[in-house]
């Protein structure tokens, strides 16, 4: 599968909470990390979701923040993915990061120039990946 997505990952449905117009559907990533998605209730049903099927979570870069423990502020976005600043891909207004997870997983954001420098990012320094479980796309195989 080719797609534009920056951020692929493969995983295995660990959960599924059905709601009455969106599903929390949880996955448990290649690396051991989890990724919670909102999926509806018509796309649980039409992609076949159910716990132990493998599927692929896709987000786009710029769909993903980052923060530092010093910022002093708690989030409400249910993906909030520790790891250390593994690369850094500075452009004329955007830097592309990349941000390695503990179980090896590399997670990029695209974030302004700006905002790596409030955030001190440099190579090896830990930062959080944060991304709301509405900007997950999961896909299975056709």
Do not use: C, Y
């Amino acid at each position: 599968m080719k797609v534009s997505a920056r951020n692929v990952f493969q995983g295995t449905i660990s959960a599924i909470h059905p709601g009455a117009v969106n599903s929390e559907v949880v996955v448990k990533t290649a690396g051991g990390d989890t990724l919670v998605a909102i999926v509806t209730v018509g796309g649980v049903q039409s992609l076949g979701l159910s716990e132990g099927k493998d599927v692929v979570a896709l987000v786009k870069a710029p769909w993903v923040m980052l923060a530092t423990s010093d910022s002093g502020l708690k989030f409400s976005a249910r993906n909030q993915l520790s790891g250390k600043v593994s690369s850094l891909s500075k452009g004329a207004v955007n830097t592309e990061v990349g941000l390695t997870l503990a179980g090896g997983t590399e997670v990029f954001a695209v974030v302004t120039n700006e905002a790596v420098s409030e955030l001190g990012l440099t190579s090896g320094k830990e930062a959080f990946a944060i991304i709301k479980a509405s900007h997950v796309i999961l896909a299975t195989p056709a």
